[in-house]
């Protein structure tokens, strides 16, 4: 079975950066579609990025645009999202799910593997 396990969050000021990792085990992350979803204190989770396992794709929510990039390093079966100039309203625990499909969507039923979930909190 495949495993998850996010980790590189934490305490940063508004306009920092952080690098998120998902580091896969058990089977290959590349035949994998790949989103972070993050969740607020007292709101919904919600997808944040997206990586295909059609063709490698990425979709960003439209509150990170421009400034988180989404990627993966097959070599170390893990994918990563850069984080930068991060705002407070990006506070929350960010959690990578995977699933066979090969297309990107934002539906949490869609996906078979979560990890544990990472805390990051934005604040001065």
């Known amino acids: 079975q495949l495993q998850l396990v996010e980790s590189g969050g934490g305490l940063v000021q508004p306009g920092g950066s952080l690098t998120l990792s998902c580091a896969a085990s058990?089977?290959?992350?590349?035949?994998?579609?790949v989103n972070w979803f993050r969740q607020a204190p007292g709101k919904d989770r919600e997808g944040v990025s997206c990586i295909a396992a059609s063709d490698g794709s990425t979709y960003y929510a439209d509150s990170v645009k421009g400034r988180f990039t989404l990627a993966r390093d097959n070599t170390k079966n893990t994918v990563y999202l850069q984080m930068n100039n991060l705002k407070p309203e990006d506070t929350g625990v960010y959690y990578c799910?995977?699933?066979?499909?090969?297309?990107?969507?934002?539906?949490?039923?869609?996906?078979?593997?979560w990890g544990q979930g990472t805390q990051v909190t934005v604040s001065s």
């Open positions: 799910a995977a699933d066979d499909a090969l297309f990107c969507g934002n539906n949490e039923a869609r996906y078979d593997y």
């Open positions: 058990g089977l290959f992350l590349n035949v994998y579609t």
